[in-house]
């Protein structure tokens, strides 16, 4: 097992890693505020792991009540959310029961808004059962809901008492799903570690054929990467923004295709090509960097063809970005590849030939 800190004072939290995880009670008794825990899952998780970490729990005195949801990104929403709120009332849970979230990122998401709003805060812990929400989703305290507007438009930022990534879970995900994750994988080497990238591509064919010490250090890595950004900036009010790479089109893409059709990873490999594609026409990177970009992407099952929604319909998803300032759309960009920055100044006919000439061409 290896222990990664996230530095945030009094509310630091440990990110553990590694195989059988779910069967450590040792690990989880020390950040329950009481021995009663509520455990959310959905329908393909639950039947898989729910009763064998609840058993854990059990056994070590715990009382624990659970509540299973829809699996999908589709069923990220309000109706959703108040399932959670109908179990915790129903089982009469308390301000200091604890919501664990045992899953992917969308009941990561939905988990802790739940825990943030019951009786105006409840404490939570994220068990990430899929690549990306291990290296990603689970760890910085962003939670939150979709809107048919927009993704993760509706949220708050509530940070976990513990992130346990059992990478043994990781044995059952589909490979579209190990896919999916490792888009946000190649992400924290092209915004700011490249040595990471260079290793990333020496070993994706070990990453793809899932061999563990390959993954093990792969999802340390990214954890390193994203507590660091997190530690300096939990609000997302300078360089954490950097973490949205690709993600400015690739919600664009995710809710204009409706959501669930494109994974989240997807969107973002496919957002990231149009982001190189923009600070290529802006004279930032050159076409073998493009190319380069592309290449991983592609050796990790990844799409790097954006969906052709049409330049109106872009504009007007990215238009409630959550970077978008003063009204204007930012976007992450490439200094070059391993260094990208925030801006929100470029040339407005270089986006548009970029979501005209980049897009839907296979």
């Not at 044995?171 to 190649?186: D, H, Q, W, Y």
């Not at 009010?237 to 949205?244: K, P, T």
Request: hydrophobic share 40%; glycine share 10%; proline share 4%.
């Amino acid at each position: 097992m290896q222990t990664l800190t996230v530095e945030l004072g009094d509310r630091a939290y440990p990110i553990h890693i590694g195989p059988g995880l779910l069967d450590r009670a040792d690990l989880v008794l020390p950040h329950l505020v009481q021995k009663r825990a509520v455990i959310v899952t959905n329908t393909t998780v639950g039947p898989l792991y729910l009763e064998r970490f609840a058993t854990t729990l059990r056994n070590a005195g715990v009382q624990v009540d659970s509540v299973v949801l829809p699996d999908g990104e589709v069923y990220k929403n309000w109706e959703t959310l108040n399932l959670i709120f109908d179990g915790l009332l129903t089982q009469r849970a308390e301000r200091k029961t604890t919501l664990i979230a045992l899953g992917g990122g969308v009941i990561g998401d939905l988990t802790g808004f739940a825990a943030a709003c019951y009786q105006r805060g409840m404490p939570f812990i994220q068990i990430p059962t899929t690549l990306l929400a291990q290296v990603d989703s689970s760890v910085g305290g962003k939670t939150g809901i979709n809107h048919p507007l927009g993704k993760n438009m509706i949220g708050a930022f509530y940070q976990p008492q513990l992130v346990l990534a059992d990478t043994e879970t990781l044995n059952t995900l589909p490979a579209r799903e190990l896919s999916a994750g490792l888009a946000e994988v190649i992400k924290y080497g092209l915004i700011r570690d490249l040595p990471f990238l260079e290793w990333l591509e020496t070993h994706m064919d070990a990453l793809m054929a899932r061999d563990t010490t390959a993954l093990t250090y792969a999802i340390h890595r990214s954890c390193e990467n994203k507590a660091e950004v997190v530690a300096a900036d939990e609000r997302e009010s300078g360089q954490r923004a950097l973490l949205n790479l690709g993600h400015t089109f690739g919600h664009a893409i995710e809710t204009g295709m409706g959501y669930g059709n494109w994974l989240h990873g997807e969107g973002v490999s496919a957002g990231t090509m149009l982001a190189a594609d923009l600070s290529r026409r802006l004279g930032m990177i050159s076409n073998d960097d493009v190319d380069r970009i592309a290449a991983l992407f592609q050796r990790a099952g990844l799409p790097v063809i954006a969906p052709d929604l049409g330049y109106d319909a872009y504009m007007d998803y990215m238009g409630v970005d959550k970077k978008v300032e003063a009204g204007r759309i930012r976007f992450v960009l490439f200094k070059k590849v391993g260094d990208a920055y925030v801006t929100g100044e470029y040339d407005p006919n270089a986006l548009r030939t970029t979501l005209t000439e980049a897009v839907g061409k296979a």
